[in-house]
């Protein structure tokens, strides 16, 4: 009996295998458990408005869905995460000049 039950488990993890595979091909990142189940649905939500030092101010947002709940894109997040550690290079590149290469006389073109 515990055997069968060590199957069932198998099984259970190549479909949720497969259901990952399938977010990575359409391009939709894998959420981990912090982001909601219904991110990415396209839905309107209302969202309660803080004042600058944090306190509520009773008022909401209707944030539309087409906007702001849209499923994550691999492809967008990876491109951002590059520039961004692109950017924090210190650029320590410079071309050198006529007089600082070395080892040749013969005429630049």
């Not at 924090?88 to 073109?109: C, D, E, F």
């Amino acid at each position: 009996e515990e055997g069968e039950e060590g199957e069932e488990g198998e099984e259970d993890e190549d479909l949720e295998g497969d259901d990952v595979e399938s977010q990575l091909e359409a391009g939709v990142l894998v959420k981990p458990e912090s982001i909601p189940l219904d991110q990415g649905t396209l839905v309107d939500r209302v969202m309660q408005v803080f004042a600058i030092d944090g306190t509520p101010t009773g008022a909401t947002v209707d944030l539309p869905g087409r906007i702001f709940d849209v499923p994550l894109r691999v492809d967008i997040v990876h491109r951002v995460v590059v520039w961004q550690r692109n950017k924090r290079r210190k650029g320590l590149h410079k071309t050198k000049t006529r007089a600082q290469v070395k080892g040749t006389t013969r005429k630049a073109r």
